[in-house]
């Protein structure tokens, strides 16, 4: 069996995201992070969103067959959460294949910073493009495509047909499209130039059983959390879309 029903989901709003929207708005050079990315929490906001997101789960149109996580700690904190509102006892599978695009020396790095403080690399990234450009020592969007690529030929050979709940980061629900959906390059990026994954927005992609070809059905649904009062919240990632 393979699935036919994936639940892409954004982890709530973290403290991170926070001071790096207010860093780009105050023109710094640097986001004023106290944790390593794997380890940044929700913020409370973020907490709320994830309650939400439970009580989505417990109303939803069927139940998840399996729940897969990143193994950062904002994105299980959201299914942890999440799950524990729904009343959905299911055990919270980790793989380090969904965790967020590493940024190598550009990490905590405004787009602002990385022109002042790393000119040579602003170029090159200029040059290459989003899509292509690696930072030393962290990773291209291509790299992560390599590894959901992976992980959705694993999942295809262990799940049955149910829905599978999956909480990672906008990057990776933007790269599950790419893969999915068949798309070019471009494509991509135009997608990302007018489109954010909000925090703790769900995707849902649908196939039909033994088809290799899927449907986007709803994109960064929200409905949830305007639902509860509880904010939305759209942080974006690198605005550098079409550099040339």
């Not at 294949?97 to 910073?113: F, K, P």
């Not at 599950?176 to 991509?188: A, P, T």
């Not at 059905?217 to 509860?228: I, P």
Request: proline share 5%.
């Amino acid at each position: 069996m393979t699935a036919t029903q994936l639940w892409l989901v954004r982890h709530g709003e973290s403290t991170a995201n926070v001071l790096a929207t207010e860093a780009q708005r105050a023109g710094l050079e640097a986001i004023a992070v106290e944790h390593r990315d794997a380890d940044v929490p929700l913020s409370d906001a973020g907490m709320r969103q994830a309650e939400a997101l439970g009580h989505w789960l417990s109303a939803a149109d069927g139940r998840p067959e399996s729940v897969w996580s990143s193994p950062y700690l904002r994105a299980q904190q959201t299914t942890a959460i999440a799950l524990e509102g729904s009343g959905l006892e299911l055990p919270i599978l980790v793989d380090e294949r969904l965790r967020d695009r590493e940024l190598g020396i550009l990490d905590a790095l405004t787009s602002h910073g990385v022109d002042v403080r790393l000119p040579e690399e602003a170029a090159r990234r200029r040059w290459l493009g989003k899509f292509y450009y690696r930072p030393p020592g962290g990773e291209s969007w291509t790299d992560v495509v390599l590894r959901v690529r992976s992980f959705l030929r694993d999942l295809d050979s262990t799940s049955g047909d149910g829905p599978v709940l999956i909480a990672a980061h906008d990057a990776v629900v933007m790269v599950f499209l790419y893969i999915c959906l068949g798309w070019s390059e471009q494509e991509l990026l135009d997608f990302i130039g007018s489109h954010t994954v909000l925090n703790a927005s769900v995707t849902q992609l649908s196939r039909e059983p033994g088809s290799a070809r899927w449907t986007l059905d709803v994109f960064s649904h929200d409905d949830h959390l305007e639902a509860l009062g509880v904010p939305v919240t759209r942080h974006g990632g690198d605005s550098n879309v079409h550099p040339h």
